[in-house]
């Protein structure tokens, strides 16, 4: 029964990564054929007109997810809710809508999730609580899940990153549901890893398409969702493992809006100063940007599947807490010192110039 299901979960994998690797090449035809192209501007990466809509891969899996699986349950309401804010990201990539109209779609869709069963139950003992009254946990997981789509969708601003960073999540999120028998989360869970290692063959530099709003919205909905879901299962251990994962997306957006807000901005208020976009000042490179958050998460939730049987759920956020300051640290030190370290040369050259004027008169 075991090694039937994992043949079947195999062909499943291969057909979504080749279907993938098929629909890529139309899906950038698609988009140059109807303006859906990001232009470069003063906060992009990339030099020519590239396609945004990457996103579009993930609608056959949502359909699928959707209608596959016997009635309106739990899995086919996650799919279904990611398929809508894949939609409205499209419509933004495209006519660039009014951020009040997303959060407006991002509010109403935490509703309606909460109401199906996709909200917190329980904190296992965080500052000693446990079951949270109904109103407060639909408060809190609102807030959530708004905040953790948008997260991935700001964490996405260089080539393979939010792709990547997904990877690692579903991955987790599939050895999980696996042992915890959730085969429908399992499934998708795969699915979404297989298109996203197809969609990264066309992402990376020199990218010829970007996942878009369509890509890293859905993105951020599914996983908020399937960390909920994972997160209710009462198990700390695993909670602790699915929390570690989402250390660059949240602790980039905690830093990035505490340091806006500090500097009388507002939190939206885009910029360079992602971590990403630290990383890529320091050597100009996409891929080596990417493998830093990757490892940076890896090791993270390494240490936490280490102790994850020794410590609390309390602990464990701790950890993450000083993961996210040691991270900040790790990568703002370098930046600092790589930028001093260019105004020394630029003084030595200058000096050199001078130098040389002196000798010639």
């Known amino acids: 029964m075991i090694n039937s299901t994992l043949i079947d979960i195999s062909i499943i994998i291969i057909v979504t990564f080749l279907s993938t690797i098929i629909l890529i090449p139309k899906i950038i035809h698609f988009a140059e054929l ?11 990466s990339h030099n020519l007109p590239t396609a945004s809509i990457g996103g579009l891969i993930f609608i056959p899996i949502l359909i699928i997810g959707t209608l596959s699986f016997a009635g309106l349950n739990k899995i086919s309401v996650a799919c279904l809710s990611a398929l809508v804010i894949a939609l409205v990201g499209y419509l933004d990539d495209k006519y660039n809508l009014n951020f009040k109209i997303k959060f407006l779609v991002q509010f109403t869709l935490a509703g309606l999730l909460c109401s199906n069963g996709f909200h917190f139950k329980n904190l296992h003992e965080i500052f000693g609580i446990n079951e ?55 499934i998708i869970s795969l699915m979404i890893v297989s298109a996203l290692v197809g969609f990264l063959f066309f992402n990376l530099k020199p990218a010829r398409i970007f ?17 909920i879901e994972l997160f209710n299962f ?23 809006f505490t340091l806006r807000i500090l500097k009388g901005k507002s939190p939206f208020e885009a910029d360079k100063n992602h971590y990403h976009h630290l ?18 998460t890896i090791i993270n939730l390494l240490i936490i599947i280490s102790i994850s049987s020794k410590i609390s759920l ?3 956020l701790s950890i993450n807490l000083v993961s996210g300051i040691a991270t900040y640290i790790f990568i703002h030190s370098k930046y600092t ?7 020394d040369k630029l003084k030595i050259s200058i000096q050199r110039i001078r130098e040389t004027n002196v000798l010639l008169k």
Not at 34 to 42: D, E, G, L, R
Not at 213 to 225: P, Q
Not at 337 to 343: A, H, M, Q, R
Request: contains cysteine; aromatic residues 8%.
């Open 337 to 343: 010192l790589n930028s001093k370290n260019k105004i």
């Open 211 to 227: 996942l878009g709003d369509t890509g890293s919205l859905c993105l951020g909905l599914l996983i908020s969702i399937f960390f």
């Open 34 to 44: 109807n303006s859906v192209m990001q232009k470069p501007n003063y906060r992009s």
């Open 279 to 296: 990383l890529i000042k320091l050597n100009n490179n996409h891929i080596k940007a990417t493998l830093t958050c990757c490892s940076i």
């Open 234 to 256: 009462n198990n700390v251990k695993h909670s602790l493992i699915s929390l570690s994962i989402l250390l660059i997306p949240v602790g980039d957006m905690i830093r990035l």
């Open 132 to 186: 949270i009254p109904v109103l407060i946990s639909i408060v809190i997981s609102v807030l959530f899940i708004v905040a953790l789509t948008n997260a991935y969708n700001l964490i996405d601003g260089i080539n393979g990153l939010a792709s990547s960073l997904s990877i690692i999540a579903f991955i987790v999120f599939a050895i999980i549901f696996w042992i915890q028998g959730k085969m429908e989360f399992t």
């Open 314 to 316: 309390l602990t464990g």
